[in-house]
C-alpha cells in the first residue's frame, strides 16, 4: 500500500489550499484515511480524519476552516484548508488504515507535503 500526497505550497494567511492524497496497491478496504501535521520542533498531530462510514473528526484549531472529504472510486482523501493561518504552517501527512487481502491490518503514511503560511 502506497500513499501519494500533493497539494502543498506557499500561502498568504487568509487564503487557501487543497492537499490530495491517493491510496494505491492491493487493499481489501480503508478503515479510514486522515491527514496529520508537523511544524518544526512539535510533535506531529492529527489534523482531520474520516472514517469508511464518513465519521469526521477534526482538530480544535481547524473546525470550521478545514473539510476532509474522500473519492472512494479513486481511494482518494483531500483536505481543504481555508483562511489558514501562519500556525497552520507545517508538514502534512495523510495516513490511510485498512485490512489488505488475507486479513492482515495496514497502517501507513505518505511522504509529508509542505504547507507555508506566510503574514
Known amino acids: 500500500v502506497q500513499l501519494q500526497a500533493s497539494g502543498g505550497g506557499l500561502v498568504q494567511a487568509g487564503g487557501s489550499l487543497r492537499l490530495s492524497c491517493v491510496v494505491s496497491g492491493r487493499f481489501y478496504s480503508i478503515n479510514y484515511m486522515g491527514w496529520y501535521r508537523q511544524a518544526p520542533g512539535k510533535e506531529r498531530e492529527l489534523v482531520a480524519r474520516?472514517?469508511?462510514?464518513?465519521?469526521?473528526t477534526y482538530a480544535d484549531s481547524v473546525k470550521g476552516r478545514f473539510t476532509i472529504s474522500r473519492d472512494n472510486a479513486e481511494n482518494t482523501v483531500y483536505l481543504q484548508m481555508n483562511s489558514l493561518k501562519p500556525e497552520d504552517t507545517a508538514v502534512y501527512y495523510c495516513?490511510?488504515?485498512?485490512?489488505?487481502?488475507?486479513?492482515?491490518?495496514?497502517?501507513?503514511w505518505g511522504q509529508g507535503t509542505l504547507v507555508t503560511v506566510s503574514s
Open positions: 474520516i472514517t469508511y462510514d464518513d465519521t469526521l
Open positions: 495516513n490511510a488504515a485498512g485490512t489488505l487481502y488475507g486479513g492482515r491490518s495496514y497502517n501507513h
